[in-house]
């Protein structure tokens, strides 16, 4: 891999190597940190249902303000969360902060039922009990589980552990849905999803990419959608960026869609108004 550099400058890759990780290692000691010092904030996505695009809810998505790095994206911490344990209290803080503005924009008056959904990772069903620390989350914040729905990626199921199931079943028995995220880019079969208690399935970004554009390539969107309908699960689209994509999953069937042409994921003060405006703009769904 080590490439010798034209003019020799570099024949070695070790100081970028370590340059990583005294990078990760410093992250690592920051996120430590970072929870008791309060660095953390929720960003709130829109989800709106299909055809007529109303909301139907919100997803949760972690943003880290670093004190002088700014903005460090979930996919730049979650993984150094993951891999030192720091993902169970992080997770915690996630699903709680979540359902608490959730609560307080029922409070603030909307009173149109909405969803929050809330990411999960793979690593908080190895380590800790998350049923039991969901079960705990929603009696501390009120939270009708009804409300909540968790997004798992494909590996939760893939792992294939008597023990994941469990989780499942004990985490449905509580009464709130669970979302397969990222759908299509795992390797999940039918029989997994069949076999474990799942109601959502989120189509990963990179199969509406290209829909609505000429000669589309809508094929594996569309087997998607289908899957769904004949699992009875709901499909929800993922990055919808543009106009021409939208047309297509209507005429699809999909359920759901969310992503830029929507919305960007906002803070809570943004999120809240858009969801007030949007109980005003629809009484049938209020009333
Ligand atoms: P995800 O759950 O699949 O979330 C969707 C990601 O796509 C978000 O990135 C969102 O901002 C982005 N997105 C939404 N609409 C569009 C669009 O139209 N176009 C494009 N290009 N992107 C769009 P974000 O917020 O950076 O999160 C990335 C990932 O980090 C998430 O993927 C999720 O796997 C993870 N994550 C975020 N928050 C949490 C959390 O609280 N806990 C855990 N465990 N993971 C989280
Ligand atoms: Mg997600
Ligand atoms: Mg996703
Ligand atoms: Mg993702």
């Not at 994941?164 to 039918?190: E, H, M, P, Q």
């Amino acid at each position: 891999r080590a490439k010798a550099a034209g003019g020799g400058r570099y024949t070695d890759f070790h100081p970028q190597m370590l340059a990583g990780l005294v990078n990760r290692l410093e992250l690592e000691a920051d996120l430590r940190l970072a929870l008791e010092r309060g660095e953390f904030e929720m960003h709130y996505q829109p989800t709106v249902s299909l055809p007529d695009s109303a909301v139907t809810g919100f997803e949760a998505l972690i943003r880290w303000r670093h004190p002088t790095r700014g903005v460090v994206p979930p996919q730049d911490f979650i993984p150094i969360a993951e891999a030192s344990g720091l993902i169970v209290p992080l997770g915690r803080w996630a699903l709680t902060e979540a359902c608490r503005q959730a609560m307080a924009w029922r409070a603030q008056g909307a009173e149109q039922p909405f969803t929050m959904a809330v990411n999960v990772s793979v690593r908080q069903f190895d380590r800790g009990d998350l049923p039991g620390m969901v079960g705990e989350v929603l009696a501390e914040t009120g939270m009708p589980a009804s409300r909540l729905c968790l997004e798992m990626t494909e590996s939760v199921l893939m792992s294939d552990s008597a023990e994941n199931l469990a989780a499942l079943v004990r985490l449905k028995a509580l009464g709130l849905r669970l979302a397969i995220d990222d759908f299509g880019t795992g390797y999940s079969s039918l029989a997994y999803l069949r076999r474990f208690p799942v109601d959502i399935i989120k189509i990963d970004r990179a199969f509406v990419e290209r829909l609505g554009t000429p000669g589309d390539d809508s094929a594996l969107a569309h087997t998607i959608v289908q899957l769904g309908q004949s699992l009875g699960l709901s499909t929800v689209a993922e990055g919808v960026e543009e106009y021409g994509q939208l047309a297509a999953l209507r005429v699809m069937g999909c359920n759901q869609a969310q992503g830029f042409y929507f919305s960007r994921p906002l803070p809570a003060a943004q999120a809240g108004r858009l969801l007030l405006e949007s109980a005003a703009a629809s009484p049938a769904v209020t009333g």
